[in-house]
T-cell receptor, first 113, second 111 residues
Framework: EPEVTQTPSHQVTQMGQEVILRCVPI?????FYWYRQILGQKVEFLVS????????KSEIFDDQFSVERPDGSNFTLKIRSTKLEDSAMYFC???????????FGPGTRLTVT | KQEVTQIPAALSVPEGENLVLNCSFT??????LQWFRQDPGKGLTSLLL?????REQTSGRLNASLDKSSGRSTLYIAASQPGDSATYLC??????????FGKGTSLLVTP
């Protein structure tokens, strides 16, 4: 069964460093998303991406964040200068249409020290 | 702003019981509602998607209902098993893209 994959599973970085989180969405899906979950809190929407453009973003997704589809299979989330409060589990998701079922990856745990 | 609430926050039942998890949302103008399962430290597994025009969806021992006008959804789990132990999340799609999640119900099924 096709699935969303994410790498790395765990990333530790120092405050102020740039990180790139990687995702491979399900191959025939066209819509891609990033969410995050701070420990003990709700899953929160960050951004959605379609046709090489951001289709929606939340207030969390400020200038420190960017997304890219660098090739036909990968979808990335970049955090330019990490803060302690960026520590969270980051989930990538994809769907083949909107509004339709979203399929989530296993997540990348980001720890900022 | 859409608020999603899940009650109860935690639930413990003996194996074999039928149970109901509740989800409520404040804005009834939604496209769909999706139920997920999350195991500790893991990703989200989609269980059921109900479109706004639907009243219920079934998958195996799971049945989800949607009453859009009253802003409520329920997830019914029949004949619960220890393997059903997980956190169950409800998420509503109001914009077409963004899912707005509840905090979840942590379910423990004891043998």
């Amino acid at each position: 069964e096709p699935e969303v994959t994410q790498t790395p599973s765990h990333q530790v970085t120092q405050m102020g460093q740039e990180v790139i989180l990687r995702c491979v969405p399900i191959s025939n899906h066209l819509y891609f998303y990033w969410y995050r979950q701070i420990l003990g809190q709700k899953v929160e929407f960050l951004v959605s991406f379609y046709n090489n453009e951001i289709s929606e973003k939340s207030e969390i997704f400020d200038d420190q964040f960017s997304v890219e589809r660098p090739d036909g299979s990968n979808f990335t989330l970049k955090i330019r200068s990490t803060k302690l409060e960026d520590s969270a589990m980051y989930f990538c998701a994809s769907s083949n249409s909107v509004p339709y079922e979203q399929y989530f990856g296993p997540g990348t745990r980001l720890t900022v020290t | 702003k859409q608020e999603v609430t899940q009650i109860p926050a935690a639930l413990s039942v003996p194996e074999g019981e039928n149970l109901v998890l509740n989800c409520s949302f404040t804005d009834s103008a939604i496209y769909n509602l999706q139920w997920f399962r999350q195991d500790p430290g893991k990703g989200l597994t989609s269980l059921l998607l109900i479109q706004s025009s639907q009243r219920e969806q079934t998958s195996g021992r799971l049945n989800a209902s949607l009453d859009k006008s009253s802003g409520r959804s329920t997830l019914y789990i029949a004949a619960s098993q220890p393997g059903d132990s997980a956190t169950y999340l409800c998420a509503v799609n109001r914009s077409g893209y963004a899912l707005n999640f509840g905090k979840g119900t942590s379910l423990l099924v004891t043998p």
